[in-house]
Nanobody
């Protein structure tokens, strides 16, 4: 069964940077697309970034040019480098396997890890 463990969150001032990590197991990692999601209090979970099996990336408009998703298939890890952080980036960030249908990405697994909290102070 798939297991996803996120880490790297924390408290940072606006304009700062954080690098999130997601360790995956229980899947053939190199054959799946991966995505980072976030959920702020009182809001729905939203996709922040996705990366295909071949390394093609896709970003939500709100994070383009600030966030970078990457993967290491040998280590079964996916990363999210977050720069120029804003208070509105505050949320719990989680990773999941994703599938692209049309122009949208959808989570493939019902399993969600505990996520990692990112708090950006103004």
């Amino acid at each position: 069964q798939v297991q996803l463990v996120e880490s790297g969150g924390g408290l940072v001032q606006a304009g700062g940077s954080l690098r999130l990590s997601c360790a995956a197991s229980g899947i053939i990692f190199r054959l799946v697309a991966m995505g980072w999601y976030r959920q702020a209090p009182g809001k729905q979970r939203e996709l922040v970034a996705a990366i295909s099996m071949t390394g093609i990336t896709d970003y939500a408009d709100s994070v383009k040019a600030r966030f970078t998703i990457s993967r290491d298939n040998n280590k079964k890890m996916v990363y999210l480098q977050m720069n120029s952080l804003k208070p509105e980036d505050t949320a719990v960030y989680s990773c999941n396997t994703v599938q692209r249908r049309g122009s949208s990405w959808y989570p493939q697994s019902d399993y969600w890890g505990q996520g990692t909290q990112v708090t950006v102070s103004s």
